[in-house]
């Protein structure tokens, strides 16, 4: 396997689309880490600026 030349984050959905799969990468973590459920996927970021 070679190396990605480049690695892009997208965190405002601007760019890359991925199908809620950064939503269920959140559902998870929060999971695994604190025992929370939280589901992302009830959050939209469309029309957030950054700060």
């Not at 405002?12 to 973590?29: E, I, K, L, N, P």
């Amino acid at each position: 396997m070679t190396a990605p030349i480049a690695v892009l984050f997208d965190m405002d959905v601007t760019v890359v689309d991925t199908g809620g799969a950064g939503a269920r990468s959140w559902t998870w973590a929060f999971d695994q880490l604190h025992q929370i459920t939280a589901d992302i996927g009830d959050h939209t970021s469309a029309g957030e600026t950054a700060p």
